[in-house]
């Protein structure tokens, strides 16, 4: 016992206490926190819109050129600055009658400030084009940078009836092109107009002149519906904000839906990382061992079987190391935008032992293959089996994301190699209960699984770990199994 608690102890300083375990396991989940603290505290600065914004207006009146003209003048800009300043104080003063927090309100404002506000520094001169002018015509100020863009309406963009918004597609097992007329009636049917530019035309910038045409638009659809453009814009702009509140044993909680949906995907990735990087240590480790001829030394002092399960300890310490550091990392970002009351601690000894059981599998796997082999490329052709362990989990987590209580979630429940990546995502999804006889059942078919691939592990790196010249097979490494 003291011989395998020794040679663990070795493993785990020989990989936790190197410069490159010491970065990307601690210094680098430091410079993640750091730099979200700098994006979310750092006020950015865009450059304005500058430049000759060209419009040809086919529409009745051509009240839209005329709008657009008055719509970038330096007052007209502050005033919407100022009306839309006192729009968002309203909705904040909404907020704090009904005794909710407004942190979470005045962040997201403060971005949508620095990545999708207006300017009101933008210096956009609208040049309404005669009558006669063509999209043609103009391509070559747009190529020789005259103009920024150019924006094509007419009265097809000002449909107001609901029945020119229809499109009868007919039957689709009849009809092989109603996609291909569906996506055509978007791109160039009723509501629509062209928008041209050139290739230096920013998309934040492009995104500013859309918007002033768009809204110029609904403003004449307004009128001509006579209603008042002012009043439809004020009652749109009132918030309409549910206040959801998750009821637990515990008390109220904040509910916060896009963790809630992300959830199983974070406690599986943590469980997929930090299983593999001890894994990926465990294989590498052993080769170099190998190939250096460490290993025939270490071998006079420790049994194969004892050393194996010193590698797997050690190594797994690093895991869990990374397990708890991206952990910690994950809580404190969710503690910093106020979601952590949401993470379902009692999921967390369940974490543990999944982790325990991912890790020791493929830990197995990798340590058989490092062990049978003396050079990196001689592992590839071995690495098959590890591939499908690694893949499987990936190719089952939206089918389990999205139906927790599924088939393919119960079935694949009892597959060793996925137990621990099934079972994750299926304990963090709060709307799904795991009965706890299924907990206990998978987790003895996880634990037969982990002992099992031990088993054979063992087998192979007694007989594989003072092997060296051609590199076995697949169906070789079989026979050792057998035969040791």
Request: glycine share 8%; proline share 6%.
């Amino acid at each position: 016992m003291n011989r395998i608690l020794t040679a663990a102890i070795r493993e785990f300083k020989s990989t936790a206490l190197t410069k490159a375990f010491l970065f990307g396991g601690i210094i680098f989940p430091i410079l993640i926190w750091g730099l979200m603290i700098f994006v979310t505290s750092i006020k950015f600065e865009k450059p304005p819109v500058e430049g000759t914004f060209a419009v040809i207006d086919r529409t009745n009146g051509g009240k839209i050129g005329a709008q657009l003209s008055t719509y970038f003048d330096p007052a007209e800009q502050q005033k919407r600055l100022d009306r839309m300043k006192a729009q968002l104080e309203m909705a904040r003063a909404m907020l704090e009658q009904s005794g909710q927090p407004t942190d979470q309100f005045d962040k997201g404002v403060e971005l949508q400030q620095q990545f999708l506000g207006e300017s009101k520094d933008n210096k956009v001169i609208v040049e309404v084009l005669p009558e006669g002018a063509t999209e043609d015509s103009e391509r070559p100020r747009l190529n020789a940078g005259e103009i920024i863009a150019l924006a094509v309406i007419d009265e097809k963009t000002m449909a107001l009836s609901p029945a020119a918004l229809r499109l009868d597609v007919g039957d689709r097992d009849e009809n092989e092109d109603a996609r291909d007329k569906m996506k055509k009636f978007l791109e160039e049917g009723p509501g629509s107009y062209a928008f041209y530019h050139g290739t230096r035309l920013r998309p934040d910038h492009g995104r500013q002149l859309k918007t002033a045409v768009e809204q110029m638009v609904r403003d004449e659809r307004f009128r001509r519906a006579n209603i008042e453009p002012s009043m439809a814009i004020a009652l749109s702009r009132l918030p309409v904000q549910a206040r959801s509140i998750v009821i637990t044993p515990e008390g109220e909680k904040k509910s916060n839906d896009a963790l809630t949906l992300m959830l199983p995907l974070i406690f599986m990735m943590l469980i997929f990382i930090s299983s593999m990087t001890g894994g990926q240590y465990l294989m590498m480790g052993t080769l170099e061992e190998k190939s250096s001829r460490v290993m025939e030394v270490i071998l006079s002092a420790i049994s194969p079987r004892e050393l194996l399960i010193a590698k797997l300890v050690g190594q797994g310490l690093v895991g869990l190391s990374v397990l708890a550091i991206y952990g910690l990392l994950g809580l404190g970002i969710a503690s910093k935008f106020g979601a952590a009351a949401q993470i379902p601690m009692s999921i967390l000894p369940w974490a543990v032992l999944y982790f325990i059981m991912a890790y020791t599998l493929i830990g197995s796997m990798m340590l058989a293959v490092g062990s049978a082999v003396t050079e990196i490329r001689e592992a590839q052709a071995l690495y098959t089996p590890i591939t499908i362990v690694i893949i499987l989990p990936m190719l089952l987590m939206v089918p389990i994301m999205q139906n927790p209580g599924g088939i393919v979630a119960r079935v694949f429940s009892y597959f060793p190699f996925t137990t621990p990546y099934v079972m994750v995502m299926r304990l963090a999804q709060p709307s799904h209960v795991v009965p706890l006889w299924e907990l206990i059942a998978t987790s003895i078919v996880g634990i037969l699984g982990v002992l099992i691939m031990v088993w054979i592990a063992a087998k192979i790196f007694r007989v594989g770990v003072l092997m060296y010249g051609k590199p076995p097979s697949l169906m070789e490494l079989i026979k050792w199994v057998r035969l040791a």
